[in-house]
């Protein structure tokens, strides 16, 4: 019998093992990819690899796709300062769409009929394969047998063992997924809305308690230099978590709502990311305009809030993207940091876009570009709406 050609969405966890196995025990042909978008080392590849040989893949692949999302997504959520809630830097669902995307590409190229994930039916992730597979192959079946059987983590175990897959699938203490633009944390305490994670349920260890100084280079918004060593973008954020994780930098639990409707909670560890964002964001607030910030402020909170929810193929993203890349032109310079244990401190910039001239006046000291005369007419011009609210409605 001609088996079905199938392409799994494949991480290796029990998930994803269960619907290997069961799935190349059926009429499919199971084609195993996994998507680096960072986090993963070689030898963790390897062992990936090999599992998937021995439960059934017909073939196995690893995609390297980190250039393809810094160049998709990353360099946007750098661009618009994107923190979901004010917190969050979009480590896991930003992954999820550029995985997605990989995924499916990789199908169609293969002529597979069939696409499948590991997704439960009380997450984000089944929202966020399911809308970029249907939008972009709707013709390509997507099976979710996790979803679709209710299956217990028990389940999964029993059925594997009864099948020769006799791996140790004890549940770590805490879920941890590791990325390019930052790492979740995911245990017991965030089940609740009160308990905090505690120090070992992050994965880098502070080995520092020293103070350490830090200089990020920018051009045209994109990052250009790491304590004036140049590299590409996705280098550099590399560099830049290397050198924080050390000082336990970045750590936070985020409260948000989810695709589904209901709240969460999750933990995460993203020393690059937020120190990137908060560099960039204090370099835009001496180089933009007051209005040009404004309006990339409002823009960039629902580029950030559609990513989250999967809606990234909406034509709205690349005009906003577009806008945001053009936002960038004058967004030139260096950042100083201080970085701490646990903390860091943002110096100050130098920039030759810089708008904070004292050629044209000081702040709060001295005017140089305009006569007392002049301040005192733009005053008043400027209350005039208010006098007039004010005036006309002297009984309220």
Known sequence: ??????VLAYSGGLDTSYSLKKLSQENYEVHAVSVNTGGFSKQEIDTI????YEIGAHTYKNINALKSYYNKIVRYLIYGNVLKNNTYPLSVSAERIIQAIEILEYAKKNDAKYIAHGSTGAGNDQVRFDMIFQVLA????????????????????????????DIPWEKAKYSINQGLWGT??????TLTSKKPLPESAFPSVLKKNNSEELELEFKLGELYAVNQKKGDPVQLIQEIHNIAKDFAIGRDVHVGD??????????????????IIKAHHLLEK???SKW?????DQLANFY????HEGHYLDPVMRDIENYMKSSQSSVNGKVFIKLHPYRFELLGIDSPNDLMQAKFGSYGEMNKGWSSEEAKGFIKIFSNASRIYQNTNKNK
């Open 49 to 52: 690899e090999k599992k998937a």
């Open 258 to 275: 989810t695709i589904i409707g209901i709240k969460g909670r999750v933990g995460f560890e993203a020393a690059a990311p937020i120190i």
């Open 1 to 6: 019998m001609i088996k079905e050609k199938l």
């Open 292 to 296: 040009q910030q404004f309006q990339k």
């Open 286 to 288: 001496h180089t933009q």
């Open 138 to 165: 709707p013709e390509i079946k997507i099976i979710t047998l996790i979803r679709d059987q209710e299956l217990s983590r028990e389940e999964e175990i029993e059925y594997l063992k009864n099948n020769g897959v």
């Open 184 to 189: 979740s944390v995911g245990g017991a305490e």
């Open 304 to 307: 950030g809030m559609q990513l």
